[in-house]
Structures are given as C-alpha cells and as structure tokens.
C-alpha cells in the first residue's frame, strides 16, 4: 500500500494486490516510489498528464487548421514537436533542447522557425544543434516536411505543453493526435479524449495476447517433451531415455519451435 502525503492535497491510497503486480499503473506506481515520487501528487497521474498533454495539443491542432493549413501538414508537424518533447524527457534529446528552444523564442515567431527546422534537420541526419550533439532518429519523422507559422499565442501554447512530464505520457496519444489531426470530422474530439492503455488492453487481451499465451504454453511444452524424451508428443511408456544423437536431433527440432514463435 502506497500512501501520499503532498502538501495542500488530498491523500491518496494506492492498494496493490500481490498478483497485480505487473500490470502497467502498478509498475508505474512502484517506479515512481522509488525515482520520481512527485509523480503520485495527486493529478499528477500518467493518465491526467496524457489527458492534459491530448488536451492542449489537439485545441493547437485545431486552431492551426482553422487558419486553413492542409491537415496532412497539422499532423505531421505536431507528430515531430510530440516526439520531440518526449525524446527530451527520456533524456534522447540533451539539455531539454526543444523545451529550451521554445522558451528563448515564444514571443519571436521568426526565429522559432528557423531554429526548430534546424534541430529537425539536426534530428533527421545527427550533428550539432548549437553546442548540443543530437543523435540522429531513424524512420523518416524527421526528414524534410512542412515548418509550420506559428503565432505568440500559438508558441506560448507549445511551451506550455513543453512543461509537461513527457516520459510519463502514454504513447497511444501519438496515433491519436495524428489521426485526428488529419481527419476534418474528427476536429472537435482533438484533446476531448484519447485512446487509453486500459482501452487498448480490453482489445488486445483476447484477441492478441490469451492466444499468444496459449500458444506459448505449447510451443513450450512440445520443448520440454524433446529435451527430456526426445519426443514432441510421448506416449509415458517411454523405458529408456533417449540417446545422445537423439537428443541432438531433438535439440535443433525445439529451436526450430522457439524460432518459429518468435
């Protein structure tokens, strides 16, 4: 049982059954007790940073289409600026860069666009950005694509959102935000909600995971009858055990098994 104790909030209990242990919000409590107690204040929750991180993006992402960009373009320069406030807050960004970039150039619409297209490029193929070393990031997020305009109001809105804790904002938000940034009749559910880890596991525990398990348990009992009889299916009335040779051969047959699950 965790219990919180912050100042000027409300506590909160966190009860953790032993066989619920490994469950996402259960590890994440857990973490949080032992690196990063803040973490538990009271709306400080992954799912209230994620919500709020869905919230302040998407009213953006409408706003920016309500100027007339094409949404295509919306959604791929919010897909780099999310990206790039989490790379950050997993320490894959040095310094807070993008959070940094933001704050020296919120009220200087100019210059932001020329230094985010610059730590973009910097992304895309690794090298400087100022005194920073950016790794590059593969899989064409960062390669040449729209630097969007953006106002004051609209920058003031980015730092805001830079503030937030990154590292604990659940991923689905990313083809979320995407989807609906590009879609015209989904504009009035940007930030209303976003598809959450517990909505995502409802659909895949049946459908993706029981029958991995189920396989799994096969594929590791048929490993378990060809190292110890030789055989994927033996009957028990097996007298001797099985020799070397048959054993080698049993060998390469469970590694094909392993193989061919993975």
């Known amino acids: 049982m965790v219990h919180t104790n912050f100042t000027a909030t409300k506590q909160e209990v966190h009860d953790i059954p032993l066989q619920d242990l490994d469950t996402p919000r259960n590890l994440e409590i857990l973490r949080a007790v032992f690196t990063a107690p803040h973490k538990l204040k009271p709306g400080s929750t992954s799912e209230a940073i994620t919500a709020q991180a869905a919230r302040t993006i998407g009213e953006l992402a409408v706003g920016l289409r309500e100027r007339g960009l094409d949404p295509r373009d919306v959604a791929h320069f919010l897909d780099r600026v999310v990206f790039s406030f989490f790379a950050e807050d997993i320490e894959l960004l040095p310094g807070m860069v993008f959070t940094r970039l933001l704050e020296k150039s919120r009220s200087k619409p100019e210059i932001f666009r020329q230094a985010v297209e610059q730590l973009f490029e910097a992304m895309n193929q690794g090298g400087l950005f100022g005194a920073e070393e950016i790794r590059r990031f593969n899989g064409n997020l960062f390669e040449a694509g729209p630097i969007l305009d953006l106002g004051r109001d609209e920058l ?82 097996e007298k001797k055990p099985p020799s070397q040779r048959t054993l080698k051969k049993a060998r390469g047959e469970a590694q094909i098994f392993i193989r061919r699950f993975s």
């Open 156 to 237: 003031e809105a980015l730092y805001s959102a830079a503030r937030l804790d990154w590292s604990a904002v659940d991923p689905s938000i990313f083809g979320t935000l995407f989807e609906r940034g590009m879609d015209p009749d989904k504009r009035s559910q940007l930030g209303a909600h976003y598809t959450s880890r517990e909505d995502i596991e409802t659909l895949v525990e049946p459908v993706v995971m029981k029958p991995l398990r189920r396989e799994w348990k096969e594929t590791q009992q048929l490993v378990a009858n060809l190292l110890t009889t030789g055989k994927k299916h033996p009957t028990g009335k």
